[in-house]
């Protein structure tokens, strides 16, 4: 099955412009998950959906930060304006967890590389 | 705060040895997972732990779980060098009624040398 589709792969931007990057999960999933990882470092989650609504985003920085699952598929991550410290891989992952049920494996695309300047 | 601590961070291994990497977090937990990353790319589930003693094992790879002491390990048989890449753990929390909510440790950077 195809898996977790990620654009673009690379991004380099200069500090104050914004960026988005999207993400297209494994078909079925209803629960999408974008990270940021920052070299040297694991995944740090910010934001997690479940279908179109949002289960999580207490780490998500809320003045620059924004992202939305409007059809429950595929999603959209912003940051306007950036900030050099937000230089880092930003990942999306996808699992079949429902409401109620068990908690399941998350399944991560290839990342996009997000370089501020 | 919940903290996730792996160690060692760096690793570098000669073929055929064995070793382990461990995996400390700070609250309790039901399911733990190590993941594989190889240099940029994402990241591969590699086993996921449920309960208290739980041991899986894929090919030179054996992962194991005490909850009670809130330890997890990752232990390397006979090391090739196709095992080099960076291996993370992360914890599974239920945070603020979320589910899969995953708390990654900074991973072990391991090097496999002939």
């Known amino acids: 099955e195809a898996g977790v589709a990620q654009s673009p792969r690379y991004k380099i931007i200069e500090k104050r412009q914004s960026v988005a990057f999207w993400c297209n999960p494994i078909s079925g999933h209803a629960t999408l998950y974008w990270y940021q990882q920052i070299l040297g470092q694991g995944p740090k989650l910010l934001i997690q959906f479940q279908n179109n609504g949002v289960v999580d985003d207490s780490q998500l920085p809320k003045d620059r930060f924004s992202a939305e699952r409007l059809k429950g598929v595929d999603s959209t991550l912003k940051i306007q304006p950036a900030k050099l410290e937000d230089s880092a891989v930003y990942l999306c992952?996808?699992?079949?967890?429902?409401?109620?049920?068990?908690?399941?494996?998350?399944?991560f695309g290839p990342g996009t590389r997000l370089l501020v300047l | 705060e919940l903290k996730v601590e792996q160690n060692p961070l760096f690793l570098s291994m000669q073929e055929g040895k064995n070793y382990t990497i461990y995996c400390n977090y700070s609250t309790t937990s039901d399911r733990l997972y190590w993941y594989r990353q190889d240099p940029g790319k994402s990241l591969e589930s590699l086993f996921v732990?449920?309960?208290?003693?739980a041991v899986k094992q894929e090919g030179r790879l054996m992962a194991s779980l005490d909850t009670k002491a809130r330890l997890s390990t990752l232990h390397i048989t006979a090391a090739v060098h196709d095992l080099s890449a960076t291996y993370f753990c992360a914890v599974d929390i239920n945070f603020g009624g979320s589910q899969g909510n995953l708390i990654f440790g900074k991973g072990t950077k391991l090097s496999v040398k002939p």
């Open positions: 992952a996808s699992s079949l967890e429902l409401a109620g049920e068990g908690r399941k494996t998350q399944y």
């Open positions: 732990l449920l309960s208290n003693g």
